[in-house]
């Protein structure tokens, strides 16, 4: 806990069996309250690990996909009191010891979010092992959502973000995708709601371990989030409404 706020961290997991334990260790525990793991019918060990660490652990009775894994993971929380939500992915490619970075600026009211982005960091993420192929995607993808929908973020796509309890229950998180994209649709939410948002400079490692889609999936992914500042276009101009966007 922190200035009065309930933080709770979770952790969206899919065979993490090999990362989940270093992820944990790694992670400051000074003002965390409780930590939530959520597997999506994993086919290794996460379930038992997760239980022997001492966490929270639900499990989904199937695969439901990455966006439905994180609606439970929030759902849990707020129902556990969280004032504070960070999330994590458990593959231990986010160093997960800038923790107070993510906490302090929400829990002091100063903004709304916080993201953790690979590019603020002064350590290439190519450097880092990061894939070209993810590299030049990321870039791309960032600078048409900041093109359209007027931004200046360094990062859309990290998988390490703290979100106020106000945000959570204030936005249509669960008409959501249940799938990658997801994380896009609740900052285009959060952006038409004029939450703030601040980033934070985060280290990645990248190795084998470590959750990573390939470059067909990259593909497919790529052009959902086009999809998605579509939608969001067609609603602002009353072309077409979506309502997760209007």
Known sequence: MYNNKKVIIVLPAY??????????????????????????????????????????????????????????????ALKRGADIVVMIHPDYQYDP???????????????????????????????????????????????????????????????????????????????????FVFDTQIIIQMIIKKYKIKEVAVETRYFKEASSIDLKASIVYGLSIFRELCKFLLTKWNIKKYSIYS
């Open 97 to 179: 010891k800038i923790l107070n970075n993510m906490i302090i600026p929400i829990a002091k009211g100063k903004v709304d979010s916080v993201f953790a982005s690979r590019f603020l960091n002064k350590k290439d993420p190519l450097k880092g092992g990061m894939p070209y192929y993810k590299y030049v995607g990321n870039r791309v993808l960032t600078f048409f959502e900041n093109l359209i929908l007027r931004t200046s973020l360094s990062e859309f796509h990290t998988g390490y973000r703290s979100f106020s309890r106000n945000v959570l229950e204030n936005i249509s998180i669960y008409k959501n995708s249940d799938n």
């Open 15 to 76: 065979n993490a069996e090999s990362t989940l334990e270093k992820t944990i260790t790694s992670i400051p525990k000074e003002y965390v309250d409780e930590i939530i793991l959520v597997d999506d019918f994993s086919t290794d060990n996460t379930v038992s690990l997760s239980k022997k660490l001492g966490l929270i652990t639900i499990r989904h009775k199937k695969n439901k996909g990455y966006g439905a894994n994180q609606k439970t993971c929030y759902k849990e």
